[in-house]
């Protein structure tokens, strides 16, 4: 390949990489992923909450980062990566997630053995958005109360200066 079309190739990269801080135009990176897990972490030691665990997919319901920390139990990854999906899923945080399972349960029901019990309806799960409004990602946490495992997304997401929104 000619020097010119790969320093071209580098150069539109770095481009996107520079307009949307770290974050590519379509989807969140590994790099930005692991700092949005550890910020939540350290949100979560800093509110004593109980053993957590993280997971950052990307726009396409990929696990991009996840981490489970010491005493999280069994099923947490599982659900913090539920929690996330169904953000990705739906389009919306996990509030309007949760407030549709309360006034359809019906349907949630059919959704989630649709997507093969992926959908996890619980507070603690958080779109991920850029400068310009776009869902990158989504976050997921589980291991302390919904509450706790929202404002620990929140945090984690607003430490690499970008958007969360959690449908509330």
């Not at 991920?128 to 990158?136: F, L, P, S, V, Y």
């Amino acid at each position: 390949m000619p020097y010119n079309v790969r320093r071209n190739r580098r150069a539109v990269r770095a481009e996107h990489r520079a307009r949307e801080g770290n974050v590519l135009l379509h989807s969140i990176d590994l790099e930005t992923a692991d700092k949005i897990v550890d910020a939540a972490l350290a949100k979560g030691r800093e509110l004593e909450c109980e053993p957590l665990t993280v997971a950052v997919l990307d726009d396409s319901g990929t696990v991009k980062s996840m981490k489970r920390e010491d005493g999280s139990s069994l099923m947490r990854p599982d659900i913090a990566a539920g929690k996330a999906w169904g953000c990705l899923g739906f389009g919306f945080g996990n509030r309007v997630v949760v407030a549709r399972a309360q006034s359809h349960p019906m349907f949630i029901n059919a959704l989630t053995d649709m997507s093969g019990g992926r959908i996890v309806p619980s507070p603690g799960g958080v779109l991920i958005k850029n400068a310009e409004g776009r869902t990158i990602g989504a976050i997921g946490i589980s291991g302390d109360t919904g509450e706790n495992d929202e404002i620990c997304a929140i945090a984690g997401i607003e430490a690499v200066g970008l958007t969360p929104d959690t449908g509330a």
